[in-house]
């Protein structure tokens, strides 16, 4: 066996859970996989070093994290955001185009996370698996500094002891227990524990979601607006424009569908970040037009309505097809 089919042996099967924790340092599916092969390139490079003192998976974990720190002090940025946190809700429809100077959240594909073999968080872990890959967990914590971030990652979400993280981090022990302190107070503001309940949807919501997809393929606002919720929230990233309140998504959505070159739509079931979404397609007016990629829209469902859409739209939505297995139609 040479060394290349010892490094793999020992490496690949870890991948999948350190491209969800590079997701949770930087908010991005994209920067993740560059920070996971970064990850790999160098552990290969470092390997004829590596005395096998300790797990693999410790060793890259810490490789990893070290990686996102770094990528995190490259940044103008360090923290990727939605659009309801840069500013009041619109009142009227777009004007400009979309924003792409700003860095936003991504969504991540549940058929990523549920594939982690070792998604049993550890004995010191505060957040169950599901809890801590919503949108709004991930959101939060764009606010932390980077340090803190991977802090509360390694302890709150991995589970492991602060001595361990102490000692990936290359800090005190009292040193990560502060940031943890830092870090837990930050979250209790942004992300209440009431907010942190994340099920898979119940029968209900499934005949919900159906409602909600159908509204779209048949283009009828009137089922569109009965499943939303009064104080529903739509944001569109990268476009600035977020909208509150059923009446002001129901304008907004009837100017979408009927402004636009939009001649039909598909929804395809699919999940994100622990929650319902859907892959939509769109075609022209043509008769023979072709189906086209478009968004990934994610559903937040409270007491069986929709209270929250969020739909990365393009060009951020389509490139994100491959990512939840979608092909063309």
């Not at 793999?8 to 560059?34: F, I, K, N, V, W």
């Not at 390139?41 to 720190?69: H, K, M, S, V």
């Not at 049993?120 to 939060?140: C, D, K, Q, T, W």
Request: proline share 7%.
């Amino acid at each position: 066996m040479t060394d290349r089919d010892v490094f793999q042996d020992l490496t690949e099967r870890h991948r999948p859970a350190l491209h969800l924790h590079c997701y949770r340092m930087l908010g991005s599916l994209h920067d993740a996989e560059d920070c996971v092969q970064e990850t790999y390139l160098r552990a290969w490079t470092g390997f004829a070093q590596y005395t096998g003192a300790g797990a693999a998976r410790g060793w890259l974990y810490r490789i990893a994290t070290n990686t996102c720190l770094n990528a995190l002090s490259r940044r103008a940025r360090t923290r990727r955001v939605l659009p309801e946190v840069l500013g009041p809700p619109a009142h009227g429809m777009p004007m400009g185009g979309a924003a792409m100077e700003i860095s936003w959240l991504e969504p991540y594909p549940d058929r990523l996370w549920e594939s982690v073999a070792d998604a049993a968080p550890g004995p010191h872990a505060r957040y169950e698996m599901r809890e801590s890959v919503e949108l709004a967990f991930i959101a939060a914590i764009q606010y932390l500094p980077a340090r803190q971030r991977a802090a509360l990652l390694l302890c709150d979400v991995l589970g492991w002891p602060a001595s361990e993280t102490a000692a990936l981090l290359e800090a005190s022990t009292t040193a990560v227990n502060s940031a943890l302190q830092r870090a837990r107070a930050t979250l209790a503001k942004s992300m209440p524990a009431e907010q942190r309940a994340v099920s898979a949807p119940s029968a209900s919501q499934n005949a919900l979601l159906d409602r909600y997809m159908e509204a779209w393929e048949i283009k009828d606002l009137d089922k569109f607006a009965a499943v939303l919720r009064e104080d529903a929230v739509l944001s569109m990233p990268p476009w600035t424009e977020w909208y509150f309140g059923k009446g002001a998504i129901r304008a907004f959505i009837s100017w979408a569908w009927t402004s636009k070159s939009y001649g039909a739509f598909r929804l395809v079931q699919t999940s994100a970040n622990g929650r319902p979404a859907f892959a939509i397609y769109v075609r022209g007016k043509e008769p023979d037009a072709p189906w086209r990629p478009h968004s990934i829209q994610v559903l937040d469902i409270q007491d069986n309505t929709i209270a929250k859409i969020t739909t990365f739209v393009p060009p951020t939505g389509a490139g994100l097809f491959p990512a939840f297995g979608m092909g063309s139609i």
